[in-house]
């Protein structure tokens, strides 16, 4: 069962190359904008670089969770899903980590790049890498939320952001300080177990939350 | 054969305290057949969709087997198929990757030979030529036929299909008829929703107007 | 008198009438009562002068805007669990007040930082978690409005509002800790002296005042809820033509 929820996702992704794609682009294309914007300047860059990185990703997340259950929604499988007599919870959480491995995983690859882009030491681009591969699910799973909470909204381009950008904040806080404590030498374990936990807190209840959310949202 | 039984009282429904349906009751058992009819917008699609639990009535009970389907020990999933007006299946994937996908969702179809019943399946409703297409590119009709098709496979027992003959050509409609007839010769309920068209074959099935 | 008729619209429409009157004409006396204890008669402060006498205005605004998410956060568990009506409309109807709160405790917040912090904005621990709070109260907000059918608004809202109370402890100490890391020169810090009993009792005192003003408020609002709500229903109409 496993094996065949995994190879639809996949299939579907590597039909639709643009899903894999599109954000990877933008999100190279809005972290180029920033030194045009800031000027060239490489102190202030390499200080400020977490920040950049950290809101990139956040726009990029939001880009690709923000209507992820609306085609469902509109050919009608939401409803099968919720008249099957299966788990549901482990479909929806092997749907978080296909999204999460399709449009997040790409950006964290190519971290190197914007390491060399923005000239930042090896330890500084160790704890960005660490920091996205913890902190880009709980994004994702957020995301997801947003977006099952908006289904039955018909307009909501902009609706799931507004939602969910609040709730982002502790994972953009720890992330954020730990890049910044690795770049000025200083101990950055602690926000990354911290990071962690958060991870471990909600992945867990993200499957049953998306279901009732789901099913909430479809009765009307 | 097991006894099934479904049973609605007084179920009642409303959206901006304007009725959808009220007090509606109904008794269903083993071999029947039961055609939900009635207007555009008279709560059709509402009241199968109350049947499978996807919309809440707001009084009233809906009964599977004397057990309210809202409660927890309700085997009501265990022994439904819904088929909504929208076909559930994926645009992107092939017309057999999606009959393999939705066979994943009906825990009583048997899937160490799956291939070869989609197979059987595909040639029951001459989709055989459809098989590797994607379902972005069959005509509607052909979607509808896919979607509808899941009842070959399962060995479910309450039927719930909302407008289950829109799109669909004259052959099709007699494909259909017979496999509701299997259902019933298998003991099953069947649920489905019309506006005009009536199926002709079967006889003593059970009319709901929901007009009134 | 059993917990399902005081849940029955219809029932407190009708009774609710008079309450939200007299409630009002005696939240207004003790409000002008607790403003002039606080601006005239409570004691000057050593250390801010006047200015610290917004605190009767800013303190319990700021406690309400938690307490509001609370009580919120209940009525949308109540609501969800036991599909209690009046409980959706309860909740619901809860968020305009609470960001309501919100809002005057950040802008009284600005006023009396102008004079102490020498700027209206500083990037505070409460402060900010304060502002996120706002924003919170505002995406459920915008959230309900966005859905036609406002029953299925408000239950989508109150799961946001579940949700939230979980995560509003998480951004209140990450937001914090954040705060401890990047505590710049010019933000002064002072220490707490215990508050003299002259100025703790009028506070409390607003305190107990702002909480009337919520409840005021609140079944005002869900009688207006249920007239959105209900104008279609027999009893309304029923009513309405007595």
Redesign the interface.
């Known amino acids: 069962?496993i094996k065949?929820?995994i190879k639809?996702e996949v299939?579907?992704y590597f039909?639709?190359l643009n899903y894999i794609f599109l954000p990877m682009i933008f999100f190279f294309l809005i972290i180029s904008v920033f030194p045009l914007v800031l000027g060239p300047d490489k102190a202030l860059l390499s200080k400020i670089i977490p920040g950049i990185i950290w809101i990139t990703v956040i726009l990029t997340t939001l880009l690709s969770s923000n209507n992820f259950f609306k085609?469902d929604y509109?050919?009608?499988?939401i409803?099968?899903?919720?008249?099957?007599?299966?788990s549901i919870e482990l479909l929806l959480f092997i749907r978080i980590l296909m999204c999460w491995l399709f449009t997040c995983f790409p950006i964290i690859f190519f971290i190197p790049l914007v390491s060399i882009l923005f000239s930042m030491s090896f330890e500084s681009t160790l704890t960005v890498f660490l920091t996205l591969i913890i902190g880009t699910p709980i994004l994702i799973s957020l995301g997801l939320?947003g977006s099952a909470?908006?289904l039955?909204?018909a307009k909501?381009n902009i609706?799931t952001p507004?939602?969910?950008?609040?709730?982002y904040?502790?994972v953009l806080?720890?992330s954020a300080?730990a890049i910044e404590s690795a770049n000025s030498g200083l101990p950055y374990e602690m926000q990354i177990y911290i990071l962690a936990a958060?991870l471990a807190l909600i992945l867990p209840i993200m499957p049953y939350?998306l279901k009732?959310?789901l099913h909430?949202?479809?009765?009307? | 054969m097991d006894n099934i039984e479904v049973k609605v009282v007084l179920a009642s429904s409303f959206i901006d305290s304007q009725f959808i349906f009220k007090d509606l009751s109904m008794h269903l058992k083993n071999r029947d057949i039961l055609f939900v009819t009635g207007k555009n917008g008279c709560g059709k699609t509402t009241f199968i969709k109350s049947l499978c639990g996807i919309h809440r009535i707001e009084s009233g009970s809906i009964l599977f087997n004397k057990i309210s389907i809202y409660k927890q020990n309700c085997d009501l999933k265990n022994n439904i198929v819904y088929i909504g007006h929208k076909n559930s299946l994926h645009n992107d994937l092939t017309v057999s990757e999606n009959l393999k996908y939705l066979s994943e969702f009906d825990s009583s179809i048997y899937k160490k030979n799956l291939s070869q019943e989609i197979c059987k399946l595909l040639d029951f409703f001459n989709l055989q030529k459809y098989k590797n297409y994607m379902v972005s590119k069959i005509s509607e009709g052909n979607k509808k036929k896919v979607s509808l098709s899941r009842l070959f496979l399962t060995k479910k027992k309450i039927w719930l299909l909302d407008e289950p003959l829109s799109f669909l050509d004259d052959d099709t409609k007699n494909l259909l008829e017979e496999l509701i007839l299997r259902n019933r010769d298998f003991g099953g309920i069947t649920i489905a929703s019309t506006h005009t068209n009536f199926l002709h074959k079967i006889k003593d099935a059970i009319f709901l107007d929901m007009n009134t | 008198m059993n917990i399902s008729k005081i849940a029955n619209l219809r029932f407190f429409f009708i009774n609710s009438r008079l309450l939200g009157f007299y409630l009002s004409f005696i939240t207004l006396i003790l409000f002008l009562f607790g403003i002039a204890w606080g601006l005239f008669i409570a004691p000057k402060d050593y250390l801010q002068g006047e200015s610290y006498r917004i605190m009767y205005v800013h303190v319990p605004a700021a406690w309400l805007s938690l307490q509001v998410y609370i009580f919120m956060t209940i009525a949308a568990i109540i609501s969800l669990i036991w599909k209690v009506k009046i409980m959706e409309i309860a909740s619901i109807e809860c968020a305009p007040i609470g960001a309501f709160f919100t809002l005057i405790a950040l802008i009284t917040g600005m006023i009396w930082g102008k004079p102490t912090w020498g700027t209206y904005w500083v990037w505070d621990a409460r402060l900010t978690s304060e502002l996120i709070l706002l924003f919170i109260y505002i995406g459920i907000l915008i959230l309900y409005s966005s859905f036609e059918d406002k029953r299925q608004g408000s239950k989508v809202a109150s799961i946001l509002a579940i949700v939230g109370l979980i995560n509003i402890p998480i951004i209140h100490y990450s937001v914090e800790w954040w705060n401890t890391l990047h505590q710049g020169p010019t933000v002064m810090k002072f220490d707490r002296p215990s508050v003299h009993s002259s100025m703790l009792i009028p506070l409390i005192y607003m305190f107990f005042v702002f909480n009337l003003y919520f409840i005021t408020v609140l079944i005002k609002r869900i009688r207006l809820g249920i007239c959105h709500r209900e104008k279609n229903s027999k009893w309304f109409e029923d009513y309405i033509n007595d």
């Open positions: 069962m065949i929820f639809k299939n579907i039909r639709n085609d509109d050919n009608g499988i409803e099968t899903y919720l008249t099957c007599d299966i939320f909470l908006t039955g909204v909501n609706l507004i939602i969910i950008v609040p709730f904040i502790p806080i720890f300080s958060l939350l009732y959310t909430i949202s479809i009765n009307s």
